[in-house]
């Protein structure tokens, strides 16, 4: 989704996208990863790429910023489940309790968001 946005923002390269998420994370992508993300972005119809002087610059189109919008209301409607949810632990256990609950919500939405990462990798 983070390569969805980058593009959404300015028209731009796959080098510049390496540029920036290397800047965002601090971590530098391959180019194996990045180019097969973006063929298959343009295979969904999220982005349209143009050939100037040899290099492809990639644009959102329509559907792309759809794409962006629906995980957006996504994410914020998991947001309040999730501060709800925080909060009913807080008032049924005591602090004790609380705490080990939480540590376990914590281990479990890591792992669900590394199988997230490694589903985003292999598309």
Not at 59 to 85: C, D, F, P, R
Not at 102 to 111: E, R, T, V
């Amino acid at each position: 989704m983070s390569m969805l946005k980058i593009i959404s923002e300015n028209k731009t390269t796959g080098y510049q996208i390496i540029k920036k998420v290397t800047e965002l994370t601090g971590e530098k992508p391959s180019t194996g990863s990045i180019y097969p993300l973006l063929k298959s972005m343009q295979t969904k119809g999220w982005i349209k790429g143009t050939i100037q002087k040899g290099k492809t610059s990639y644009e959102i189109t329509t559907s792309g910023l759809l794409v962006i919008q629906a995980h957006g209301s996504l994410k914020s409607y998991y947001e309040q489940k999730l501060n709800g949810s925080i909060s009913l632990i807080h008032e049924t256990f005591n602090d004790q309790t609380a705490l080990a609950v939480l540590s376990i919500f914590k281990i479990a939405m890591f792992l669900l968001a590394m199988r997230a990462i490694k589903r985003v990798k292999m598309v």
